[in-house]
Antibody, heavy 115, light 107 residues
Framework: EVQLLESGGGLVQPGGSLRLSCAAS????????MTWVRQTPGRGLEWVSS????????YYADSVKGRFTISRDNSRSALFLQMNSLRAEDAAVYYC????????WGQGTTVTVSS | DIQMTQSPSAISASVGDRVTITCRAS??????LAWFQQKPGKAPIRLIS???SLENGDPSRFSGTGSGTEFSLTISSLQPEDFATYFC?????????FGQGTRLEVK
């Protein structure tokens, strides 16, 4: 079964850091581009970042550029999102997804930014 | 940036009804437009890719159409399990953008 499982969310103070992970199974991870999106009740769904199959490219939303870093470890079938200098507006449920078109989603991990 | 304007924001409908949801793009999209269904507390599920391609295993009552800047998701005959939130995604041009969502409610 194709599956994505996020982890690493939690409560962090403004200005703090968090690293999200996404474990992939049931498919050949190294063959797929991967994406992070986030969702809030107020702003809906927002694309955050995407990465190529072999990390040959990375793309970021302007709202996170310079603060977030997407990476992957194909040997471990894992996707990561390093989030630094977190702001209140970064609080959301973060989903990893397969491909730019998000044909498979993880269950999400919640990030709360509050003092 | 391509803005995706989705309408309506909410629909009240009954089992058996035909329902259409629309996404208008601020710029033309040639291929990469997808539709998703999301139920409360759950991750979204992709229903339609590349404007009109139904995902394997999804019921044929779901269909996607459109071209240029206007795209639609139609549910031909609502079933009880279809009451959910639906949204579109364009992943043709960076930054990728989602519609605001349409909540489909029981009348």
């Amino acid at each position: 079964e194709v599956q994505l499982l996020e982890s690493g969310g939690g409560l962090v103070q403004p200005g703090g850091s968090l690293r999200l992970s996404c474990a992939a199974s049931g498919f050949t991870f190294s063959n797929y581009r991967m994406t992070w999106v986030r969702q809030t009740p107020g702003r809906g769904l927002e694309w955050v970042s995407s990465i190529g199959e072999n990390s040959g490219y990375t793309y970021y939303a302007d709202s996170v550029k310079g603060r977030f870093t997407i990476s992957r470890d194909n040997s471990r079938s894992a996707l990561f999102l390093q989030m630094n200098s977190l702001r209140a507006e970064d609080a959301a449920v973060y989903y990893c997804g397969r491909f730019h078109g998000m044909d498979v989603w993880g269950q999400g991990t919640t990030v709360t930014v509050s003092s | 940036d391509i803005q995706m304007t989705q309408s309506p924001s909410a629909i009240s409908a009954s089992v058996g009804d035909r329902v259409t949801i629309t996404c208008r793009a601020s710029q033309g999209i040639t291929k990469y437009l997808a539709w998703f269904q999301q139920k409360p507390g759950k991750a979204p599920i992709r229903l339609i890719s590349t404007i009109s391609s139904l995902e394997n295993g999804d019921p044929s009552r779901f269909s996607g159409t459109g071209s240029g800047t206007e795209f639609s998701l139609t549910i031909s005959s609502l079933q009880p399990e279809d009451f959910a939130t639906y949204f579109c995604l364009q992943h043709e041009s960076l930054p990728y953008t989602f519609g605001q969502g349409t909540r489909l409610e029981v009348k």
